[in-house]
């Protein structure tokens, strides 16, 4: 009996991670009802200053989790970019942590290499994967101007598309409808 037990009990556990992976496909950008606030952290950017996610309140904010090791991570980084140069001036900040065990030097060679202009920080301890639940590389959260997580993304995304500039659009809107006061 214990054996059939443990069957059904592995089986519904394959059953409910199946159930998981079909409910959004990898890379489609999920909508969070609900108030999750986004766990503040301090790392050190590539040039070994401490920064704060919660140093970004008050902008929208895309908190991207990544790896130099990751192609589909590399892949994203120049959109990435891009969506910082078109929104910067309205309020939106890119925030990537790279969870890299090496070197941040190697990382910022990497960055500079690609000429990327975004917030970089660098998590060699991995202290934000068991903050955020990470699930892996990359995974990207959208932070309204009050800290709230709204959007998240599981795996590459094509940051290129209208429902991520409607998100983004939506959420810079609400901010500045917010700074403009009642």
Request: glycine share 10%; proline share 3%.
């Amino acid at each position: 009996m214990r054996g059939a037990t443990a069957a059904r009990v592995m089986a519904l556990a394959a059953l409910a991670i199946l159930a998981s992976t079909l409910a959004a496909p990898a890379g489609a950008m999920q909508t969070l009802r609900g108030g999750m606030v986004a766990e503040d952290f301090s790392l050190k950017n590539l040039d070994g200053d401490s920064v704060r996610l919660s140093s970004f309140r008050g902008k929208v904010t895309l908190l991207n989790f990544w790896a130099t090791w990751c192609a589909t991570c590399r892949g994203e980084m120049p959109e990435l970019a891009r969506l910082q140069g078109i929104y910067k001036n309205r309020g939106f900040e890119v925030v990537a942590v790279a969870l890299d065990t090496i070197p941040t030097e190697q990382v910022r060679d990497y960055v500079r290499d690609k000429g990327l202009n975004m917030v970089m920080l660098h998590d060699r301890d991995q202290i934000t994967i068991g903050l955020y639940g990470v699930p892996g590389v990359p995974y990207t959260l959208l932070i309204d101007h009050k800290g709230q997580v709204k959007r998240r993304v599981e795996g590459g995304h094509d940051w290129r598309d209208a429902e991520t500039r409607a998100a983004i659009e939506s959420l810079l809107n609400a901010a500045a409808r917010a700074a403009e006061g009642p």
